[in-house]
Every structure is written in structure tokens, then in C-alpha cells.
């Protein structure tokens, strides 16, 4: 089977597809059962296998993850809804406001685009509605140490558990973009994302002082980059590594640095070996260059000086289309587009159909998180979505670690897909560890 494969559909000519689901059943039916099947574990792992009953709905019916989607947005709704009234509190206002004008210009884009009621509530209620019930479930005062500890061991587990999963992702259907443990069935910017929130959730819970158990399972957030040939965490994680020690704990000792160092390069080295982009004979297995995986990484995110002088007005990556928001003349767009978008159903439309020559871009996969923010919602929207998760993140203690935190959102949202806080267990896991570092 090709180790370049994108999409999921060679994982279901395969055959192979159902015996790996079956795994991923297994493994939230263990957790319900280890918990008791209490409700707020049920919760958790219902946010953490979504990409099982994205599966369910591509093989059986769609109706199962349509219900879904409704089902875990009334689920939030009924845990966490008594815990937003009684944070309608000054301690809480700049968040609540800038949900209510979120709210406000969704629906405005809503109606001024002709979009789909009950799809655009769909979108609202999955990618923005259950994160916010999310944030003021975790900061609601009934939040004790005693269940906060709790969460941090279900969180644990659920994450181990991926890396179980991306070990016999490999083993059953072989390398790939598609499939990221139970979190996320099409499409593989997951597996960017869980690694280095995985990281940072396990060094805080630590408080810097990483064990054996920590430090095998920081590798195995690599494995679930290096199942999906991501690349970024392979960089990623080791300058957060060096950024840990020298940045946020700066009082650590300096020899317990230094005496991580030849870990913190073996994951480089294995990351740059093992990805077949990141090597010059794009080999499961290739030599170690690292100025040919700098080259690839900026190539990828930019666009080679080949494919910028036959047109520099096109976007090849990401981090192009960051740059593409500065280009673009705002004149020639309607005024009302410009600051609402073109509705949600814009960036909803599959590869084939998305225009990519109206926005600039060699294709949708270049699109980022503020991109993706303008074309659905306007100038108004991707400002709003930034302030937001600024203040999810910031809304109490201001430290190095925070800094670290803010960093990450803002190049997720800049330069990759900025996906953070649209995926309930990405914003659940990334909200914890903010939980977790204003406790202390």
C-alpha cells in the first residue's frame, strides 16, 4: 500500500478498515467500563473517538454522525449549561462578550449569504457552541482538585490509548495522512495537533519533572505524527523540549537539561528518518539530512522558487496564504463580504469544488486557520475567533508557560489549519492544561 496516501479511500478498498474500528470500539468500551461508565468520562471519550462515528456514518449512514453532532452539543449542554449562568459574572464578561459577538456575526453571515439554516447550526453548535460549554464547565467553582485530578487520569488514558491505535494503524492498514487514532477519520491535521497538546498536557501535569513514563510517552506522540507523515511535530517537539527547560523553567538544574539533550535529538533524528518527505531518498528509513527536511518544511509552507517564479501570486502553503490576507485588494470584494464572508458552506465544499483560483490559492489543503475564518466569516470573524481564543487561554494567569500555550494557538491559526478551538477534544485538552496551570 502507497505510505503517501491522503485520503481514506485506499484504507477502505483495503477491506482492512472495519478490523481497525473494531479496535478503536474496544478501546472506549475499556475506558467506559474502567470508569464505570460515569457520565463525565462518557463525555470525554465521546469527544475523543469522533472519528469513530465519522466512520460509522461514511460506512453504515450518515444519520449517525449527523445525530451525533447534535448529540454531543446537547450532552455539553446538559453537563456544563448551569455552569455558564453562573459564570455570567465580571471575572468572565470579556468572554461571554466576545462569544455573544461571535454568535452575532455567524448569524449575520448566516442570512446575508443565504446559507442553510440547519447546516450553519450544525457547524455553530459543533465548532463553537460546545467549546465555549466546554470552557465554563472546566472553570466552574465546583471544579475541586479531587475532579480535576480525575480528569488529568481519564486524559492520560485517552491519550495513551492513541498512541496504541497509531501502532496498529501502522500494523493494520499501513502508513497515511487519514485515520489519527479515534479522534479523526478524513483528513490527518490531528495528528499535528494531539502530539504537541499531548506534549505540553504531559510536562505541565509533571511540572517539569518528566519520568520514564512521561518520556516514553512524549515518543509516543511522534509515533502518532509519524502514522499520519506529519512533519511538523518532528520539529516542533524538540524545540518545545529545549523551550520547557530554558524558557519556563529556567530555575530547573542545569545538568537535568543537559542530560535530556541526546533524547530531545533522537526524536529529530528518528522524526527526520522515518518520514519519507523529510528525506532525500523518501524512504520509510532514510538518511538523516536536516538541510534537506529545513528545505522540504519551508517549501511545504511556502512554495518552492520554482513554483513562485512561474506565478508569485498564488499561495503554495499555509504559511502562503497567511501572506495572501495581506495581498488581497479588500475593494474588489463587497463590503458586507468582507466583513461577514461567504458563509460557512463555502469552505464546506470538497476539494474538487472549491474555488481556488477566486482566493489565490494552489488548492484548498493551502488554506489556514485565519483564512479559512475570513472566507467563512469575514474580516469581523477571523478577528473575533482570534480574540477568543486569546482569551480561552489568558483569561486568568499570565506566565511563561501561558506564553508557550498563546504561541502555539496563534501559529496553529496562522500557519496550519487552526483547528484548536473548533475540535471539541482538541479545545477540551487544551483547555485542561490551562485548567491544570491556573491551579497551581
Known sequence: ????????????????????????????????????????????????????????????????YEFYKIFIVLFALLLFGGDFLNNLTRRFSLINTLFLLYTTVIIISMFIN????????????????????????????????????????????????QIILSIFKVLILNFGESVVGSVAFIGGGLATTLPILGFLFIWQNSKGNLKTKDWLMLL?????????????????????????????????????????????????????????????????????????????????????????????????????SFLMLFSQDPYNVPIEKLLFGQGVTEILKNYEEFDVDKYGVSQKGALNGAMLKYISYGILGMILHFLLGLSYIAHLKRNNFTNILLLFFIGDFLFYDGVIFENGAMAFLLLLIVKIQNKE
Do not use: C
Open 114 to 161: 443565504s446559507q442553510p439554516v440547519l447546516t450553519s447550526l450544525s457547524q455553530y453548535g459543533k465548532k463553537y457552541l460546545l467549546i465555549f460549554l466546554i470552557f465554563h464547565g472546566l472553570n466552574s467553582k465546583r471544579i475541586s482538585s479531587s475532579i480535576l485530578n480525575n480528569y488529568k487520569e481519564i486524559i492520560f488514558n485517552v491519550l495513551l490509548i
Open 220 to 320: 509516543g506522540f511522534l509515533v502518532v505524527a509519524v502514522a499520519s507523515n506529519k512533519r511538523a511535530p518532528i520539529f516542533i517537539l524538540p524545540l518545545l523540549s529545549v523551550a520547557m527547560y530554558t524558557y519556563v523553567y529556567r530555575t530547573r538544574n542545569i545538568v537535568s537539561f543537559f542530560k535530556y539533550i541526546p533524547l530531545v535529538l533522537l526524536i529529530l533524528y528518528i522524526g527526520i528518518r522515518s518520514n519519507p518527505s523529510l528525506n532525500p531518498e523518501r524512504s520509510r528509513w532514510g538518511s538523516f539530512d536536516l538541510a534537506f527536511a529545513t528545505e522540504y518544511a519551508a517549501d511545504y509552507m511556502f512554495g518552492s522558487e520554482r513554483q513562485l517564479e512561474v506565478n508569485d501570486d498564488i499561495a503554495y502553503g499555509r504559511g502562503g
Open 1 to 64: 500500500m502507497d505510505e503517501f496516501i491522503t485520503g481514506v479511500d485506499e484504507y477502505m478498498a483495503s477491506g482492512l478498515l472495519p478490523y481497525y474500528y473494531l479496535l478503536v470500539f474496544i478501546s472506549g468500551l475499556f475506558l467506559l467500563f474502567k470508569y464505570r461508565f460515569r457520565i463525565y468520562p462518557i463525555f470525554i471519550v465521546l469527544l475523543f473517538w469522533e472519528g469513530f462515528f465519522v466512520y460509522a456514518g461514511n460506512s453504515f449512514s450518515s444519520t449517525i
